[in-house]
Structures are given as C-alpha cells and as structure tokens.
C-alpha cells in the first residue's frame, strides 16, 4: 500500500489522511487530477502536432479559410458540460456530508482570538494552540472568535470553517480522525499581524490515552459544571428558575427542543439561539414572556457563554433520556444537586475578572478593539 | 475587396523631420502629450503609468517571494503583511484592470472598427487623470506605512482592527474605478455609434468583442465597489456598524459586496486578454478564428455568468450551504464558454500558416497557461475540494495562473503583435523569443509548486511557515526570479528598440485587420481615408494585396510561392 | 451631429446604469437590516418628518417637470424658455436642499446624527412640523414656535417605547459612540438606520448639488444663445440625469420615511 502510493507519488502530492472525510476529499481531487491531465494532454498534443504541421513554410503563404463546424461545437460545449454536471455533484455530495453534522458527536468548544486557538473540553480541560481528541470519535467543533474572521483549519482532516464574529451564531464543523498522531492546525482567514502565528496541533489518541490524558489535569469540573456557577454568578438564576416561576422561561429540558417566539415562529433552541439570547436578548423573545433580559455583551466572556450552553445542554433532555450520549454528558450531574456549584469558580487567563456582580451597571470590561496599539 | 493606400507619401501627408506626420510627431512637448484627445496618445500615457505600477508590483512580488525562501521568514511579519498587500492592490488595481483595456484598448479599438478616435475623447482624458490621482492615493498609501489587510479588505480587520493606511487605500481604489467606469462607457458607446460602413457587428475584430465584454462588466460591477469601499471607509471613520457585528451588522455581507465587483473584475482582467489572443492566433496562423460567432457569444456569456458566481469565494464563511450549492453549479457553468474558447482556437491552428515569431508564442502560452488555470478552476469550484484548498497556495497558483498565465501573457503577446504599430519601430524577435520562453519557464516553476503546496495545507498570507513546506517554496522563488529576469529582458529590449529597432511596415505580419491598413505608427486620424468594409474578419486577403497593403514578406527565408499542399483542400 | 447625438444618448443611459449599482449596493444593505431589525427601523423612521419627506417629493417631482419644459423648448429652439425653465428647476433643486438642511439640523438637535452625539430613545421630538403653516415658517427660517404636544407620541409607537424603554442597561445612554452606546439591541439598529438615511439621502443630495452646477452652466449657455434646435443634447442628457436623481428620490422617501407608518 504505501508502496504503491509512493509510486503513485501520493506522498508528495496528498497530505495524511487522517480522518474519515479526507479519502473522500481525495478521491475526487484524483479523479480531477486524471480528468484534466487528460484533457490538458490532449490539447496540448494538438497545439504542438498543429505548430509543427502547419508551420510556416513560405513568408508569402496564405492557406484558405476553414468553415466552423456546428458538430464540433455542440460536441465540445456539451461534453464539458456533462463532465462539469459529474464534479459539481460529486462535490457537492462531500460537501453535503461535511455539514450534516451526525447527532452522536462530541464536543469541542473552541474560541479564536488574535492570536491564538482556545479549545475546551466539556470535561473541563482548556488547552492552548494544543488540542488533544480521541481516535474513531466523531468531534464537533462548536467555534467562536472574539475579535476578527479567522478561519478553523485541520489540512490533515481536510476541513476549513471560517469563525465569523457575530452574536446570533457559532461556527460548526465536524470531522472523524481515523489515526494517530500529531497533525497542524491552521488558521486560514488572514487576521492580522501574527496570523502566521495562530497556529498549533492537534494530537490524536487512542480511547485509552485520550481518558488517561482527560484525567490527568481537570481539577477544575467540567465545563457544564463551571457553567453552572457561572448561571449563579450572572444571576440568571433569578429569573430562570428551574420551577418554571421566574419571569423568564425554565431551561430545564430546552435544550434541543423547538421554542415558539413572539409572533409565532419557531426555533431550534441550539448553541446558536441560547449565544445569541445572551448576548443580543430582545431579538427573539420567547412567545409569552417579557422581553426584559439585559445583554451580557462585554461581561461574559466567549469562554464563559460556551460554558453556559454546556450547563444548559446538560440540563437538556437528552442528559435525562440518554446518559452517555456525547463523551462528557454522563458525567454532568443534574443540576442543583451538584456540590461544585457551589464553589467559586477558577478562571484561567483573564477569565474571573470578566464576571461582573449581579446588579452592578456593565463595566465596559472588553478589551477595545487594537486599532490604537 | 477594397483597399486602403497606406503610404503616407503616396498620400501627400506632410513630413516632419523627414518622416511622414503621424500621431507621434503631430504635436511636441509636454503639453501636447498631457492635454491631447488623441486615444493613441492617451494609450502611450497609460502605457508608461500603468507599466511603472506593474514593475512597482513586481518588485513587492519578488521581496514577497524572497521573504518566503526561510520557513521563518526573512522580513518580520509586520513587513510581510505590507508587501503581499502591496503587490496585490498594485497589481490588481493599477496595472491587471487597465491594462489590457487602457492600454491596447484605448489604442485599438477605435482604428479596428475604423473610426478616429472614441466616442469622448475628453472623457477619455479624464479617465487617465482619474488612474492617475487614484493611483497617487495608492502609493502615498504604500509609501506612508503601507496597508496590511490583503487586497480583500476583509472586515471587520479593516474596519475595526488595523492601524494602517486602509483610508487612503480605499479611496485610491475607489477614484481608479471611476476611471474604469469612463473607459468602458467610451468603448461601449464608440461601439455602438462609431463603426465604419460595413463593419457589421459579426465583421468586428474578436477583440473588440472581448472590450466590449469587459466593458459591460466594467460598467456594472465597479459601481458596486465604489459603494462597498466607501461604506467600509464609512465604517472604518465612523463606526457605521453596516458590517460590525458589535453593532448588528454583518461581515459577511462585506464579503458578498465585495467579491460582487471582485469576482467580475477577474473576467475584467482576462477577457480583454482572450480578445487579444484571438488576434493572435488568428494573425499568426493567418487563419479565420474557427467558430467566430462563438467565440464571440462565449465572451458575452462570460461577462453575464461571471456576475453569479461571487458567492464561490464563501464556501467556508458560514454562508448558507444552498447558497454554496447554486454558485457552485453556476461556477462550473461559467467554465464553459472558457472551454469553449480554447477548443476553437485549437482548431484555429488546424491548416494554418503558423508563424514561430513572438506573438505567436505568447497566443499558445496564453492557452498553455489559461488551460492549467482554468481546469484547476473545476477544483475549486467542487465544493468538497474547495472547503480543503481555499485560502491556501492552491488558490494563488489557480489565480496567478489565469491573471498572469492569462492576462499578462495576453497583454504581453499583444504587446509584441502591435508594438510596431504603436511605435513604428519592430522589436528585437531573437530576444523577445528568448524571453518569453523564459518567461514560460519561469512562471511554471514559480506557480506549480504552490498547487501541490496548497493541497499539502499550506495557508496563504503566513509571513512564516512549518519547515517541511520549505523545499517547495524555494523552487518557487527560484522561478520568480527566473520569471523577473524575463521580464527585465522584455523591458529593457522594448526601450531599446525605440531608438534602435528596425522601423515598421505598415503590415509586418501580413495580418488582417483595419489597424494593418494604416501607417505605422497611424496618423492622427488614424484613416488617410474612412475605411469602407467590404470583407468579413480574419479574411485574409492574397498576398500580392498584402503587399499593396505594406506587408513587406521576408525574402530571406523564402521567396519562392509555396505549394500549398496543406491549405487548398477543406 | 446625429452621430454625436446618439452616442451622448447611450452613453448616458450606460452612465445612469452605473448609478443604479451605486445605488444599489446602499439598497442591498438597507433591505438586508431593514428586514433584520424592523422595529429598530420602524422607530428610526419615525422620527423623520414625513410632512417634510412629503414636501420635498412633490419639489421634485415638480422640477422634473419643469425640467422636461425645458428639454421641450430646447426641441423647439426657444432660448429665453429654455433658461427659464433651467432656473426654475434650478430653484426647486435649491428649496429641497434648503428643506434638506433643515431636516438634517433637526436630526443633529434631536441627537440622532449617528457621528455625533447619538442618543435613543428621543429625549423629546421638538422640530416635526404638522401643518403647511409650519412648514413655511420653518422654510425661511423662523425657528418654530414651540413643539405640538402630540408628536412626540406619535414618534414612537407604543408597543415600541415599552419594548424597548431603559430597562436594558444598554439603551438611551449618551456619550462615548459607538461602544458603550450601542453595543447591541434597539439603540445601535436605530443608529444603523440613520447612517443608512444619512449616507443615502446625503448621496443623493450630493447628486443634486452636481446637477445644479450642470444645469447653471447650460441656463448660462443658453442665455448666451449657444443652444438651438439642431444643438441642445446637452440639455436633453442633462435632463436624463435630473430624472433619475429625482427617482432616486422617489424611492428614498418610502423606504426611509415610511417604515411602518400608517396615516
């Protein structure tokens, strides 16, 4: 095999394949690579054998005119056409596939900032410019930046996604690593300065390492556990009461489900509405309720809202229904009854002094934009 | 077929400095080049302006390039930002857009279709005043600090986040688009309107056409950059919050907006090449372009699709994935007419007289080049391999290949079939042969290791790299200075030659066409008389008329009629 | 001549073309946040002036008109017309600007000038005016006597001022633009709606003031008597480009001052 790759030259031309998605990548890339070989053999071969054939023989030559053909062109516009039809399909069904994003997968939070990539894991582990996953487990990349566009890039797992600022959404990608080993991350949208930087690796292992390595620096709870003391911190709690009695609706069991909003629409409650009900509330209210949340915009920071969403996941229905779904959920214990809520929580880099007290006006505590650096 | 005495004595045209009056010497000093309403003057002005930003561009070019030969870099990353920003506003603003279309344009279009100048001569001063104010707005901009946000412009890093002269930048852009716009509203209308008797629509030069085409996209799309830039200039004073997403804006409506005019502006910058090499192919082989009609239809087509494909430089910006599906179809639609142009000029070679001169050459390194350029233009339109090769190496050699592969080998091939027209002097042919062949290899060096480069995950835009891409990057850094040699030889034997080369005849190639009828260099009316068409294009006339017409023949390589063994049967 | 003629004509009507996508990258944007954030555009809109909007649309439609008369007596060959019918669209041109100013000076004392100090919700709706007697008043320049009780109501819908009041920490703050002002929510859409009204209609004014220049020089010609009936293309291209500035306008007004109204 690795024979006739080298053969092939594949070892040169094609980076590893290092998850599910990339041989199909790859597949269509050759395909590709022998259809226009092709096509560029042939016409080179008649420019060349037409250059020397017909040359020039005398200065004073003039040949005749050559009359159009119809058949030839139909031929060669229709031809083209049918082979275009075959690749846009093709690629499209890849595309397709990488973003219908299988329910059974994992989670990785991930925040992109100038110039670094901040990775969670809902056990808690927080890693930077490093990210460790299992082997053969499908990983969800739930992204976020909190500056400029930057762009979430595996080469080895072939996938790219840009991570776009904005409060009404989260950047997602999936992929499947299929081997072990240590592989680039990039980032792929110039962000400025340092954007040659902003690059790390990811490293893959098998089951057995992966949770010796997950147990090895989590002292800190899991990420729905941080989140909710974080949902006591920004005293969300007082209207969002678990009783359904608060002002604002219950999120027990939401997560997942379909809301109707104030005039009727409805929504998938995901990452993306629950981002976005924080940071921007009044642009869907829930059907019934008034719209009376203020914006957590510039006190909890991207970190603090993933953990928040993986609070309220774990308090969706599917952690009742299904223990186990997802790697960490299981070990997220139902909410209230979990001793760690009650202690402070500990921030890495930054992190603590984002969280203003409960009551007090917003403190522009974000960090400017760097245009006067 | 009717005549046009082209010997300017014969003709009674005045002399000046014992050589007849032509559009060169009709008229000295500064102040009759600066305030003439003559296109071919105005042509020569834009040939000097738009040539020093393409060395300008060259040189940011080479230092990107030598910045890349250590996996570390050899400038800091501050520096790198501002060179690769440099060469690609420089080279897409000031030299890719006009080129073709201001230069050979300006200078052609008028004598092929037989009129005396364009429809506003005036405006078409102005529009060269108008590249020249935006373009000095554009070197302040480099010169006082440079800009580091690409030629994308992206936000909200160029709105909210660099402190570099974006200001400036934008408003060079935004005034050289207006000149554009003025270009392509004298080509359209002079089209129209000014068309000599008998050049029907179907007896215009292809080359006409593909400024026609452009012209079209011209018209529509730079519009729409000059909105998107000043609401980014707008955003960037005064925080108008249109693509802030901290004010409820979108930046990826910045994006739609601006790959709206920027994606066209790629057809901008290589159908007026296409124009060019049909020219070429067909004069050099002294053959009717095999499928004229479609070959004309498949630049109009180009210029209507080419509108609908901005959104495949979004596949991975979270745009909707239906929306990734039409552009990706209509991308691949927009291959077509491409494909369609290249098999016709094959066939255009079929039972040609194929000359081996320079002009030649380029024509058939235009569609060596455009075909790797084009073809690899169907990997990035499959949205699965998109997703892996966008922002990566893959898409600078896909885009060097169509816009220098495509467009500078047109504009250079152009350059060499009609720069005794221009000039009245020919160029050295050993070598411009010489050069253009290194020119081919040094472009294919420099460019196709950076397909395999960016299939191997190699992102653009990194001052600094992982070592194991180094090998590649110093093959293509060899190749940019081979190509830069080239290049220079180019220069500096097109300089020499103004003085030393041998003079022009009136009809060096023994090409048809209505610029071959006239003196070279024209007079200042272009016509010693309006030119009445009465043959269909690329109909060659016997060469006995060629003669007539001022194609000298070359007794030293052939005298003798050739037996036609090859072109008397169809 | 007819040559000449013909390639004005086209050119432009290619010239105009450009325009529409000049234009239409403003209205892209528009549709796209108007359709976002409705409300927040429903309560910008709101606070403009309609009688004013109203006003200026039927100046213009008017100009259009006498510009059409003088395109006519241009045909005709009538030069003291044609100045006349020049200067009369002239100064229709310059009472919309002068309506226009005072618009804008309304918006910069009502703090909603998106630059400057922008404030939401409205302290108070001082200037609207709501009869033809104030309107005159306010167009030469007497400041008015003192805001009608009714307007500020009307301003804002209701559903709107509960929805929106200060009960989120973020709105009706002054000071320091844009950060702290309108980091999210109402305040910072009803700032985006007024840049897009002070970035559109301040287009389009500045398109009235080139074709007031233009139409300066060609009444100063026509004086001179350079035009007749075989020589006024400049005047019929000029008239093409007053046109469509006015229907620019005509699409200005009820996209911006007519968000959710209901007279």
Redo the contacts between chains.
Sequence with gaps: MMLGKFILGMSWMLPEQASTYAPEVDNLYLFLVGTTIFFTVLISAAILYFFVKFRRRSESEVPRPVAGSMVLETAWTVIPFFISIGMFAWGAKIYLDQYTIPNDAQDIYVVAKQWMWKFQHPEGQREINELHIPVGKKIRFVMATEDVIHSFYIPAFRIKEDVVPGPNRYSTVWAEATMTGTFHIFCAEYCGTSHSGMIGWVTVMDDKDYQAWLSGGAAQGSMAERGANLFQQFGCITCHKSDGSGQCPKLEGKYGTMETLQGGEKVLIDDSYIRESILSPLAKIVAGYQPIMPSFQGQASEEQLQMLIAYIKSIGPAAAAAPGAGGGSSKISPPGMNPAAQRPPIMSTGGASMIAPVGQPAQPVQAPPQSQK | MSLIAVDPIEMGAPQVDGEPLSYLNDGHGLRSWLLTKDHKRIAILYLITVSTFFVIGGIFALLVRINLLSPNGVFDADTYNRLFTAHGIVMVFFFLVPAVPAILGNFLLPIMIGAKDLAFPKINLLSWYMYMLGATFGLIAIIAGGVDTGWTFYTPYSTSYSNSNVLLAGIGIFIVGFSSILTGLNFIVTTHTMRAPGMTWFRLPLFVWGQYATALVIMLATPVLAITVSLMALERIAHVGIFDPAMGGDPVLFQHMFWFYSHPAVYIMVLPAMGVVSELIANMSRKNVFGYKFVAMSSLAIAVFGFLVWGHHLFVSTQSVYLGLIFSFLSYAVAIPSAIKVFNWTATLYKGSISYDTPMLYGLGFIGLFLIGGMTGLYVAALGIDVHVTDTYFVIAHFHYVMVGGSLMGFLGGMHLWWGKMTGRQYPEYWARAAMVIQFVGFNLTFFPQFILGYLGMPRRYAAYPPEFQVLHVLSTAGASILGIGMLITIVYFIWSLKNGKRAPANPWGASGLEWRTSSPPPTENFYETPIVTWEAYEFAPIESMQVLGYPGDSSRSTQPVPKEHGTED | ME?QR??GT??MW??L???I??????F??YT??RH??FDAFAAGSNVLSIWWGAFNTAVLIASSLTMALAVYHAQMGNSKKIVFFLLFTVVLGLVFLRVKYIEYSDKFEEHVF??GDFRWPLAEHPTAPSNVGQLLTMFIGIPPAGHTAEAPQQALPANIDT??SD????LGISGA????V?????A??V??YF??YF?MTGFHALHMIIGIGILLVLAFQAWKGKFSKEYHSYIELTGLYWHFVDIVWIFLFPLLYLVDRHL
Excluded at chain 3, 167 to 170: C, R
Excluded at chain 3, 177 to 180: F, G, L, R
Excluded at chain 3, 182 to 186: C, I, T
């Design positions: 040559q013909e390639a086209l050119g290619w010239f073309l450009t325009e996508m000049f234009f239409g990258g403003m892209l944007a796209i946040y976002l954030y998106p630059a929805k929106y009960k989120s920490p973020y633009i844009p950060e702290e309108s980091k999210m929510g109402m910072g859409h700032r985006m840049w897009l970035v």
